[in-house]
């Protein structure tokens, strides 16, 4: 079974300009997250998707932040313009909501490193 | 979300038990105990989860009191590929989905 992978592993670019992540996480996994790492702080959590809706949005920093998931599939989160702050290492993690009493643990990809200069 | 205490750093040496107690004394009744396993430059990696009492895999143990206000992960005999970021999270008691809050850590160095 393949893992969560994103894409790109590294990205650096300017300030101002705009940098698209992937995200393509477990087949069949219908709920899929997106949490940062920024300048060696804790992981915070972003947003929630369960298939293509927006379950919850509430760690999203700002308006710069879009996250998609078109097709309950892959996942895409830009930013648009980057700031400096938004140096990081962006994750992603899927799961699969086996049944309301069974918890299914949250699976990672690598992230994707985010300079911003 | 209920918040997470555990200890910024252990070390040990190969071959010893290791165990992290992690303390979440506001988890709520329908939250789960995750653990998470980091290496550099990697995502967290799940170890184990548990509700209440012992719960045991091929790779570690967690023990949980009656009162889930803490848990103890035991990793038996470590090797030096396990020093890694050790993560406690206490989360997803809703079917909304199981948004995890992730704190400091455990760095667990393992020495020769």
């Known amino acids: 079974e393949a893992g969560v992978t994103q894409f790109p592993s590294h990205s650096v670019i300017e300030k101002g300009q705009t940098v698209t992540l992937r995200c393509d996480p477990i087949?069949?996994?219908?709920?899929l997250y997106w949490y940062r790492r920024v300048m060696g702080k804790e992981i915070k959590f972003l947003l929630h998707?369960?298939?293509?809706?927006?379950?919850?949005e509430s760690g999203m920093p700002n308006n710069r932040f879009l996250a998609e998931r078109t097709g309950g599939t892959y996942s895409t989160l830009k930013v648009q313009p980057a700031e400096l702050e938004d140096s990081g290492v962006y994750f992603c993690?899927?799961?699969?909501?086996?049944?309301?009493?069974?918890?299914?643990?949250?699976?990672f990809g690598n992230g994707t490193r985010l300079t911003v200069t | 979300l209920a918040k997470t205490t555990q200890p910024i750093s252990m070390d040990s040496y190969e071959g010893q038990e290791v165990n992290i107690t992690c303390s979440h004394n506001?988890?709520?009744?329908?939250?789960?105990i995750t653990w998470y396993q980091q290496f550099p430059s990697q995502g967290p990696r799940f170890i184990i989860q548990g509700y209440k009492t012992k719960v045991t895999n091929e790779v570690a143990s967690l023990f949980i009191p009656a009162d889930r206000k803490s848990s103890t992960l035991s990793l038996p005999r470590v090797s030096l590929s396990d020093t890694a970021v050790y993560y406690c999270?206490?989360?997803?008691?809703?079917?909304?989905?199981?948004?995890?809050?992730f704190g400091g850590g455990t760095r667990l160095m393992v020495k020769p």
């Open positions: 087949s069949g996994h219908d709920n």
């Open positions: 999270l206490v989360g997803g008691g809703n079917n909304a989905g199981n948004m995890l809050t």
């Open positions: 506001n988890i709520a009744t329908n939250d789960y």
């Open positions: 998707f369960v298939k293509e809706s927006k379950q919850d």
């Open positions: 993690a899927s799961s699969q909501e086996l049944n309301t009493e069974v918890r299914s643990p949250l699976h």
